[in-house]
């Protein structure tokens, strides 16, 4: 086949896809290298339209085999696709990859060296078969996920990194649950557990102990406590609703769409507790504070000592909302403060 430059990037995936369904391997490694020149040039429109031409081979291609197209699927994200155009797909193979992984231990242990032949990849599926009782397909496909699922979970990684990808997810609990109890060795799904359990849109109750004053924020898009802690002192000190220190510029940029690392360190404002008066570690997330009367009650209390993280936001590419709706009227605020209790030792 004669390989035409100006095809387009939909084009090329889907002779990217043909060649790997009739397992043409040098055919495969030709559309790669041309794909990687046309994304340049590509708009979103034929981003997605690639996206949606690789869907089928993604479905198909076994685990083992799968990864280099998976890292294709996050690269026509990071580029400009629409995240939800092979999200479906990208779910299901992450799921079941994840669920299939975490059977491999308890049949063949964690030290067992990768296969880097026919003849080493097949001791180690029988080996599986046999500890499981499984047939050779099964044992396969446990050995397959084990040894390349780690490789599959950006393709995930880079969609759930926008609000409209997290927002269209399917089987979000299922992926949460094969991605909790994810072997330490595949170290990527601590990473997509955390983009799973993003709260969008969630409405906090946020109470300043020390003034009485009690306000509602909508967030979205925060990834972890240090991150919301920067992003509430910049929208209440910062907006002139709170006394004390605004974060400067470089904490707040780095914390939302600039560079990971400020030029110096972030310092803490607050001392983040819950309405039962427990501390909200900053290395927790906004999701692991219990609901009180419908709403995440955080209060904001003296910081006890000095504090300060260096890196702003755990996923780079996540753009965080941190909104205030309102300042309670009095009545209501003390509605609220009669909710909350004094902080407790750590």
Known sequence: MRWNPKRSVAELCTALAEAVDRHDEDGAQKAFKEIVKAVGRAGPAQLTEALVALRP??????????????????????????????????AERVATGLEQAARFPALAG??????????????????VAEAGGLDVDEASLVTQAWFTVNEWI??????????AGRAALPQRQRLVEAASVAPEEIDAAHWLLGLLLVLDDER???????????????????GDNFQLHTLLAHTLIG?????GKAPELGWVAA?????LQP???????????????????????PVDVEPVAGHRI????????VRSWNVGRVYPLMRPEVRLDAALPPDEAAAWLRLVNPAKSP
Request: charged share 15%.
């Open 204 to 222: 906090l109750v946020v109470v300043h102990r020390a003034s009485g004053a009690v306000f509602t924020v909508t967030i979205s898009g925060v």
């Open 255 to 259: 914390s939302t769409d600039g560079p």
């Open 57 to 90: 081979v993604l479905a198909e291609v076994p685990l083992g085999n799968g990864a280099p197209l998976a890292a294709l699927a996050a690269g026509l994200v990071e580029a400009g696709g629409d995240p939800v155009a092979a999200l479906d797909v990208l």
């Open 298 to 305: 955080v209060v904001l209390d003296p910081a006890p000592y």
């Open 154 to 163: 950006p393709a995930l990684l880079l969609p759930l990194q926008q609000k």
């Open 239 to 243: 907006g002139g609703h709170l006394p």
């Open 110 to 127: 964690t030290d067992v060296a990768q296969p880097n032949d026919p003849e080493s990849a097949r001791a180690v599926v029988e080996r």
């Open 263 to 285: 030029p110096a360190p972030i310092q803490g404002q607050f001392n983040l507790v819950d309405a039962g008066g427990k501390w909200i570690w900053n290395e927790g997330r």
